[in-house]
């Protein structure tokens, strides 16, 4: 069955650190694979998305992610966190051809000052 | 307007009540969704249109009745809701294409059932 793991409920980080968020998936075919930002009150804004070629995608806000097929993975990084990077991060795996996305339980970020 | 919008943004309602909520998107997508997002829990995907056709119905109980006028719109009417329906109900939309299923949502209606 077709699942997403984050494995950290929560991070915190100091402002102007890195940052990496970890996802895991369990999929049967290449998946379609998407990091969604959620800040309070707010619906889901897509940070990036990789459907194939270049492993390493960039997205917006200065995040990227890393798709590892042999370990089924699909991190999210960003080189200098800022405050406003604070919010809820979900990794998606997406059904190819259909239109089931099935969503981690997401992590949420804290910046500390 | 612009993107996916959702209203009302808030809603509290009794058990006896029943309320609607509306989803409209300005993309010129052709798939829109329900769906449900309390504390603690993933996402649930509960319902999918496609050109205007329930394509996925995830066992949502009847107390939840979907709409779908027209590709614009999305409806979610609500009748004796309990108290554990209560969470942020966000809507998604996106274009069919064979290579692609990326959704853009809506901000959601926080339901409160009292």
């Known amino acids: 069955a077709q699942s997403v793991t984050q494995p950290d409920i929560h991070i915190t980080v100091s402002e102007g650190a890195s940052l990496e968020l970890r996802c895991n998936y369990s999929?049967?075919?290449?998946?379609?694979l998407f990091w969604y930002v959620q800040s309070p009150g707010q619906g889901l804004q897509l940070l990036l998305k990789y459907f194939s070629g270049d492993t390493l995608v960039q997205g917006i806000k200065g995040f990227e992610a890393e798709f590892k097929r042999s370990q089924s993975s699909f991190n999210l990084r960003k080189p200098s966190v800022h405050w406003s990077d604070a919010a809820e991060y979900f990794c998606?795996?997406?059904?190819?051809?259909?239109?089931?996305?099935?969503f981690g339980a997401g992590t949420r970020l804290f910046v500390k000052a | 307007e612009t993107g996916v919008t959702q209203t009302p943004r808030h809603l509290v309602m009794g058990m006896t009540n029943k309320k609607s909520l509306k989803c409209e998107q300005h993309?010129?997508?052709?798939?829109m969704y329900w769906y449900k997002q309390s504390a603690k829990k993933p996402l649930e995907l509960m319902f999918v249109y496609s050109l205007e056709e329930r394509v996925e119905n995830n066992s949502v109980p009847s107390r939840f009745s979907p709409e779908c006028p027209n590709s614009s719109h999305l409806f979610l009417h609500l009748h004796t809701l309990q108290p554990e329906d209560s969470a942020l109900y966000l809507c998604a939309s996106s274009q069919e294409r064979e290579n692609s299923n990326e959704q853009f949502f809506g901000p959601g209606t926080r339901l409160t059932v009292l």
């Open positions: 993309l010129g997508h052709n798939a």
């Open positions: 999929y049967g075919a290449t998946p379609y």
């Open positions: 998606a795996v997406g059904e190819t051809g259909g239109f089931k996305t099935i």
